[in-house]
C-alpha cells in the first residue's frame, strides 16, 4: 500500500515573528528544528521510515528535512530538491508582519488575500529585509516562470506537475515518500490528492512540524489519513 508523509517545515524565524515569508530565504528557529528531529524519531518509532523524499528549495524545509532524515536515523535517503515545492509568493505582502500588512492594505483586503482561494496579493518583492527570494537556485527558470505574487490556485498548477510525474512515479514503484514542505505548497497536495474543494482547502490548518500520513491505493487515491503525535497550533497562519 502507497504511504505518503507530508509535513510543514518546523517553525521558521519569521513563523515566530508573524511576517508573510513565501520565498524569501529564511532560517529556521532551534525549536523548529528540534521539532522536526523529533518528528523524525516519532516515525522511525511507529515504523514509518521513507524511502524517498522531496522538499522546496527554500532553506527552511530543507534544514527541516535534514532534521526529519536524522531521526528517522536515514539520512542517506535520496531526497529532490524543486522549486514548485515553495511556498506561495505573498508578493508585497513579503516581509510584513500581519499588522504591518493591516496598516497598509486594510483587514478586509488582507484576510482575502490570506484566505482566498483565487485572489493574489499585490504583485512585488515586498521587504524581504535582505533575505534572498530570487537568486542562482532559480537560474533554470525561465524569467516567466519566476512569480511576483501567487493565489493559492496558481500554487496549485505548479505544484501539479510534480505530483503527476516524480511524486507519483515514486509512490507507484513502492516507495514510501516524505514531503517536506510549506503551508501552502502542501495545501496545493493535499487538494489534488484529496480533490478538497476550492473554499475548503484554504481553511485546512497545517501545523508545523506534525507528519500527516496518506495511505494511498495502486490509484493513489486516499483510503485514510491520520497525524501522528500532538498537534503544534501555529502562533499565526502568517506562512
Request: charged residues 25%; contains cysteine.
Amino acid at each position: 500500500m502507497p504511504q505518503l508523509i507530508l509535513i510543514r517545515h518546523g517553525e521558521s524565524e519569521w513563523n515566530r515573528d508573524n511576517r508573510f515569508t513565501g520565498w524569501a530565504d529564511v532560517g529556521l528557529t532551534e525549536p523548529g528544528r528540534a521539532h522536526m528531529l523529533a518528528a523524525g524519531v516519532l516515525l522511525r518509532k511507529e515504523g514509518l521510515l521513507v524511502d524517498h523524499a522531496f522538499t522546496s528549495l527554500l532553506s527552511r524545509c530543507i534544514v527541516s528535512q535534514w532534521a526529519l532524515l536524522e531521526g528517522m536515523e536515514r539520512a542517506w535517503v535520496p531526497a529532490v530538491l524543486d522549486w514548485r515545492l515553495n511556498e506561495r509568493h505573498y508578493g508585497a505582502l513579503t516581509g510584513l508582519s500581519k499588522a504591518a500588512a493591516i496598516d497598509a492594505f486594510g483587514s478586509e483586503a488582507v484576510q482575502q488575500w490570506r484566505r482566498s482561494f483565487l485572489v493574489p496579493p499585490p504583485l512585488g518583492g515586498g521587504d524581504g529585509g535582505g533575505y534572498a527570494m530570487v537568486d542562482g537556485r532559480y537560474d533554470h527558470l525561465k524569467a516567466e516562470e519566476i512569480p511576483q505574487g501567487e493565489s493559492l490556485a496558481q500554487v496549485v498548477e505548479r505544484v501539479r506537475p510534480l505530483w503527476d510525474t516524480a511524486i507519483a512515479d515514486s509512490l507507484r514503484a513502492g516507495n514510501r515518500v516524505a514531503i517536506t514542505a510549506h503551508g501552502n505548497s502542501l495545501r496545493a497536495l493535499i487538494k489534488i490528492i484529496a480533490h478538497t474543494a476550492d473554499d475548503d482547502i484554504t481553511q485546512v490548518e497545517i501545523p508545523n512540524a506534525v507528519p500527516m500520513v496518506y495511505e494511498l491505493d495502486k490509484s493513489l487515491e486516499v483510503l485514510r489519513e491520520f497525524r501522528l503525535g500532538v498537534d503544534r497550533t501555529p502562533r499565526s497562519q502568517i506562512l
